[in-house]
């Protein structure tokens, strides 16, 4: 019985990716309401991704050979399990390619990596208005996590912070 999902193709990143996934990340910002914040760049994205200290890991979905989405993830640590686990920070498909089973690959691809790799726990963040993620990653399982509040320092406020 064939199956009506059509086939993605998930690859790691390599360098001579960045041009699409700077494409990708900007097309986040766009959805997320978030330009303003945008300012990454191929330079930034090849020295943090690829250059000699790796910060984080890329993949790419490619359908018929195209790239319609990707996943950016890295490792992070859970004192309470003793184990490490894995934090996605972006997934993202293009619009025109939602809603065939791209994204739910894509995250089944870093679930598969976490467990490969022995981690305790895979977790992501999702903007509270973004009801159609939030739907989508109840479906899969995920339990939103209501009693914890994200903060954030970033641009002058790290700067003088780190120099308190």
Known sequence: MASSVPRLEIRSATKSDVPVILSFI????????LSHEMVATEGMLRK???????TAEVAIGY??????GFVLFFPNYSTFLGQPGLYIED???????????FGRALLLYVARLASERGCGRLEWSVLDWN??????????????????TVFRVTGESLVRLAKA
């Open 63 to 68: 359908y018929k050979k195209e790239p319609v």
């Open 131 to 148: 009801e159609p993620a939030i739907n989508f990653y109840k479906k899969l399982g995920a339990i939103p996590m209501s009693e914890w």
């Open 91 to 101: 997934l993202f498909v293009d619009e025109s390619h939602r809603r065939r089973g």
């Open 26 to 33: 900007k097309k986040l910002a766009d959805y997320e309401r």
């Open 48 to 54: 943090t991704l690829f250059g000699r200290q790796r």
